[in-house]
């Protein structure tokens, strides 16, 4: 009996070996995960009824890793749900450009960049006829367009909320925002 237990675990260790081997020959990226916080508000050109149409806005305020920043992108409306609330994604990516320049790019809402879903957009009745618009979207990285000291992130997002001053429905006025959001940027660890 403890000769056959012997085999098997001499065939267990060869097994353990030739996956070792395999396992040995692929490469491993070592990351870092580093939490990530953004606050600060900004104004958008408008708030766009029509879907496909993008609106820009821009932002400033204050996050991890970058401090105090300046950011910039596009928005546009996806489509409207039968609840009354809209879908929406970024046009075009989001740049946070820290003090000294780096930039730090997302995508947000867009599934094709690693989204969950589309962003969601619901409006809220206020006085006077207005309404206040309440954003939430799941922001993601886009590696190839990051430099400076995030030219080193290759993963992560973070959900942000974005709640507008109260506006005129279908006015084509600016819109001023505050937004906050909390999450996780991957890090590609060493050179």
């Known amino acids: 009996m403890a000769r056959g237990t012997h085999r098997i675990s001499v065939a267990a260790y060869l097994v353990t070996l030739a996956a070792g081997s395999c396992l040995a020959g692929a490469p491993v990226q070592a990351q870092v995960v580093k939490p990530f916080k953004v606050v600060g508000g900004g104004i958008a050109d408008y708030l766009p009824l029509v879907p496909g149409v993008p609106s820009g806005h821009f932002a400033v305020g204050q996050a991890t890793e970058l401090g105090r920043y300046y950011g910039e992108g596009a928005f546009q409306v996806l489509g409207f749900n ?13 740049v946070f450009t820290a003090a000294n320049g780096d930039r730090l790019v997302f995508t947000y809402g867009d599934t094709s960049n690693g989204a969950a879903a589309p962003g969601k957009v619901t409006l809220y009745p206020v006085r006077g006829g207005l ?5 939430v979207a799941e922001f993601n990285p886009v590696p190839a367009l990051c430099t400076g000291r995030f030219a080193k992130v290759i993963g992560g997002s973070f959900i942000m909320t974005a709640v507008t001053e109260p506006f005129v429905l279908g006015a084509m006025d600016p819109v001023g925002y505050g937004w906050a959001g909390e999450g996780t940027l991957v890090y590609k660890k060493g050179h």
Do not use: E, Q, R, W
């Not at 309404?131 to 954003?135: G, L």
């Open 82 to 94: 039968p609840d009354g609330t809209a879908n929406f994604d970024s046009a075009v990516p989001f």
């Open 131 to 135: 309404f206040v618009a309440v954003f």
